[in-house]
């Protein structure tokens, strides 16, 4: 996957261009490439452990057949060892007599049962050998390259995705920030902050008549423009606007070093409190 962020600079705005990769996916990917590397490693392992049973039957058998032992001794170990074909396992390996009953132990050939002139012999051999040994005997190459593409994958998403936030950030248009006095507006967030960076908590119908005075070009806006905006079609809506004007002043100048001014020529004005 190739993913390409461009910023481009134009008129004082940036511009992100990229083939956009989202969380989810990356998550997905990671995931995805984590648990076939776990799976096929898993798989490879018990097929190690089924080769070396499969070898120490086989051993077994061929010790059996040709010394037909009526007990273990030095010479029997030395003639099972000496049949192994995996050199890994014939320093741990043992040979013990047991019963015909099923072994405790999972991890051992199965029991060969022999007569000798006296009695019935029941043996069994142990491979007795570490768990690493049985990794380091499994095919863990394609295991351990997906192993190593989940760890490349998480570390590019998480630089990606910390790249692409940043982007966004240093990115995001002006026009989507608007400040006057010490009040300002996120048209991202849709709220209003004051000189602190704290949210001002204005009502529904108070933000969006906040937001039509903030983001005219010269925070002037006539009464009819902003009651066809808030009420459409609305008969007597002047009253609605200024019933809602005078419950949006205090709050506006008790929170900023702004007030709202009404011009005689029909218009609603943001304003400093020091000026007229």
């Given at each position: 996957?190739i993913?390409?962020?461009?910023?481009?600079?134009?008129t004082?705005?940036?511009?992100?261009?990229?083939?956009?990769?989202?969380?989810?996916?990356?998550?997905?990917?990671f995931?995805?490439?984590?648990?076939?590397s776990?799976?096929?490693?898993y798989?490879?392992y018990?097929?190690?452990?089924e080769?070396?049973?499969e070898d120490?039957?086989?051993?077994?058998a061929k010790?059996v057949?040709?010394?037909?032992?009526?007990?273990i001794?030095?010479?029997?170990l030395r003639i099972?060892?000496?049949?192994?074909?995996i050199?890994?396992?014939?320093?741990t390996?043992?040979?013990?007599?047991?019963?015909d009953?099923?072994s405790?132990v999972?991890f051992?050939?199965d029991t060969?049962?022999f007569?000798?002139?006296?009695?019935?012999?029941y043996?069994?051999?142990y491979p007795?050998c570490s768990?690493?040994?049985?990794?380091?005997?499994?095919e863990?190459?394609?295991?351990?390259?997906?192993?190593?593409?989940s760890?490349?994958?998480?570390?590019?998403?998480?630089?990606?995705?910390?790249?692409k936030?940043?982007?966004?950030?240093?990115?995001?248009?002006a026009k989507?920030?608007?400040q006057?006095?010490n009040l300002?507006?996120?048209?991202s967030s849709?709220?209003?902050?004051?000189?602190?960076?704290?949210?001002?908590?204005?009502?529904?119908m108070?933000?969006?008549?906040?937001?039509?005075?903030?983001?005219?070009?010269?925070?002037?806006?006539?009464?009819?423009?902003?009651?066809?905006?808030?009420?459409?079609?609305?008969?007597?809506?002047?009253?609605?606007?200024?019933?809602?004007?005078?419950?949006l002043?205090?709050?506006?100048?008790s929170?900023?070093?702004?007030?709202?001014?009404?011009?005689?020529?029909?218009?609603?004005?943001?304003?400093?409190?020091?000026t007229?």
């Amino acid at each position: 996957m190739i993913v390409c962020i461009f910023i481009h600079l134009q008129t004082n705005e940036y511009t992100i261009l990229s083939l956009d990769m989202k969380p989810i996916v990356a998550i997905i990917v990671f995931f995805s490439l984590m648990s076939l590397s776990l799976f096929l490693g898993y798989a490879n392992y018990v097929t190690a452990k089924e080769y070396i049973i499969e070898d120490v039957n086989q051993a077994l058998a061929k010790t059996v057949l040709s010394s037909n032992p009526e007990r273990i001794t030095a010479d029997t170990l030395r003639i099972f060892k000496s049949n192994l074909q995996i050199s890994r396992i014939k320093e741990t390996s043992y040979l013990s007599l047991c019963t015909d009953e099923p072994s405790r132990v999972s991890f051992c050939s199965d029991t060969v049962s022999f007569k000798t002139a006296h009695e019935r012999l029941y043996i069994r051999a142990y491979p007795n050998c570490s768990k690493a040994t049985i990794f380091s005997l499994s095919e863990q190459t394609v295991p351990s390259t997906l192993l190593a593409a989940s760890m490349l994958w998480g570390m590019f998403s998480l630089l990606y995705l910390r790249r692409k936030k940043n982007a966004i950030m240093i990115a995001a248009p002006a026009k989507h920030t608007v400040q006057f006095g010490n009040l300002s507006f996120s048209a991202s967030s849709c709220q209003f902050y004051n000189e602190q960076k704290e949210k001002i908590y204005f009502t529904s119908m108070q933000r969006s008549l906040m937001r039509i005075l903030m983001e005219s070009e010269e925070k002037r806006v006539s009464i009819d423009d902003i009651c066809r905006n808030l009420w459409p079609g609305k008969d007597n809506a002047k009253e609605s606007l200024y019933t809602l004007v005078h419950r949006l002043k205090p709050i506006l100048e008790s929170n900023t070093n702004l007030k709202i001014v009404t011009d005689k020529d029909g218009y609603y004005r943001l304003s400093l409190k020091n000026t007229r």
